[in-house]
């Protein structure tokens, strides 16, 4: 089959690198990739957001399966438009992917369907949220939502009514992530930690991933602002046996459920992101693709062939799929540019990347790289994802740092605590 791959971040990598092994795979295209993408397939220079191109290209080329990484052109209808075409398409509908794309779709829809979740109040109008701030209604902290996509910067945790007051204010009045200050969402902090749970969806059945755990703090310690994740790994005990028996109860068939009854089925990846609070765990947020940094860490776990699953989704088939996972713990440790995630200087030659990739297990995941006069350089804020696999969680730990002293490039910058959360889980499990 001919694939093509839609994105240009170490998520899709991680997909072509696994759709690479299927013996069903004939050529891959990768738009506009990167450059680790470039040794396994073909990079297009179209843009993730070039619907017409992306769209004549597959007409033209006959592709067989098109399957898209990031959440901007699901939510913009690219999957209608595919199979307007006649053209096999993995991702949910420009409907269905409203789960991600509306912060208040996505909370109604919870609360419509029972899904246990933060409380919350929606908003259209900036001096309604100060009267209700003003008048002692919330208790802090609470968080405040922009209503739609902001590349994961639309969220603010509050610790008092000045901070809440500022946040509005960054949403409503100063428009900062544009269209999505039409509406806002305050919401019941919770308290506990965060795990992220994916499933693989034909709209009517669903088949449960690994669980696995981001890092969005940029420091040591989930300290300082939030990123795109430096960070991940995955082992089983990240939700106990009976944590995630709730969840698929509560979560998940409740979500495919109800997306199907109210005629917009979900087909594609749907990605709870949890609170395990003691209260149980609840949703944080939806998202409609594959997480990133969690499929660079989920995938190496994944025996069955990705190519097959994948075609599976877009054609509305997954049950006759039987799906195997490998009990290994995997690493995945982000290795960013100096200052991300605010400004950062690229075009920094990366060396050290062959050594790393000779490591036993271990796999480097291009995010920011591009090709410049035959050498590897920087071109993004998030520019590898070191990822190591091994029977256990502390030698997976080690491999993946073992590789990050491997690569070197001028102000490189990772977090040295990747994955220490799941050495505790363990240490108490084991007790
Ligand atoms: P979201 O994009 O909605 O997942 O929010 C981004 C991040 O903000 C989450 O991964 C959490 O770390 C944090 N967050 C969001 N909502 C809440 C909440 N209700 N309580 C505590 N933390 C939250
Ligand atoms: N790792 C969080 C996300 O993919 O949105």
Not at 136 to 142: A, S, V
Not at 303 to 322: H, P, V
Not at 396 to 406: D, F, P
Request: net charge negative; aromatic share 8%.
């Amino acid at each position: 089959m001919k694939i093509l791959v839609i994105g240009s971040g170490a998520r899709e990598h991680a997909i072509c690198w696994k759709l690479k092994q299927s013996p069903a795979l004939t050529e891959l295209y990768c738009a506009p990739g990167n450059a680790g993408t470039a040794r396994l397939g073909e990079n297009l220079s179209i843009g993730s957001e070039e619907m017409g191109k992306l769209l004549d290209f597959a007409v033209s080329r006959q592709v067989d399966l098109t399957v898209v990484g990031p959440e901007a052109p699901l939510v913009g209808g690219l999957v209608d438009q595919f199979e307007s075409a006649g053209l096999l398409v993995m991702g949910p509908s420009r409907a269905a992917a409203q789960l991600e794309g509306s912060k208040t779709f996505a909370k109604d829809f919870m609360r419509r369907h029972g899904i246990p979740t933060a409380d919350y109040q929606t908003y259209t109008d900036p001096v309604a949220v100060d009267a209700d701030l003003g008048r002692g209604r919330y208790r802090f902290p609470l968080v405040v939502k922009a209503d739609g996509l902001a590349a994961g910067k639309g969220v603010f945790i509050c610790p008092d009514l000045t901070s809440a007051q500022a946040a509005v204010n960054a949403v409503m009045r100063e428009r900062q992530f544009g269209a999505s200050g039409d509406r806002l969402v305050i919401e019941e902090f919770l308290q506990g930690e965060e795990a992220s749970f994916m499933v693989f969806s034909d709209g009517r059945n669903y088949i449960p991933m690994v669980p696995s755990q981001d890092h969005k703090a940029v420091f040591d310690g989930d300290q300082g602002p939030n990123t795109g994740g430096m960070g991940a790994y995955s082992i089983d005990a990240i939700l106990s046996p009976p944590t995630r028996d709730r969840v698929l109860r509560e979560v998940i068939e409740p979500t495919i459920r109800g997306m199907a009854e109210e005629g917009t089925p979900f087909r594609g990846i749907l990605y709870a992101g949890l609170m395990l609070t003691d209260s149980g765990a609840k949703v944080l947020e939806f998202n409609v693709r594959f997480g990133d940094p969690e499929t660079q860490v989920v995938l190496p776990r994944l025996e069955t062939d990705l190519l097959t699953i994948l075609a599976g989704i877009a054609r509305g088939d997954l049950s006759k799929i039987d799906i195997q996972w490998n009990s290994d713990a995997v690493v995945c440790v982000v290795v960013a540019s100096g200052g991300y995630p605010g400004p950062y200087q690229k075009g920094k030659e990366i060396k050290g990347l062959e050594m790393a990739g000779e490591i036993r297990d271990t796999v480097v995941f291009h995010a920011g790289t591009a090709k410049r006069d035959g050498k590897t350089v920087s071109a993004g804020g998030r520019v590898l994802g070191i990822t190591a696999r091994a029977k256990s969680l502390d030698e997976a730990i080690l491999r993946a740092y073992e590789g990050v002293n491997k690569v070197y490039f001028e102000g490189m910058y990772y977090r040295r605590d990747i994955a220490a959360k799941g050495l505790k889980k363990l240490t108490i499990d084991d007790l």
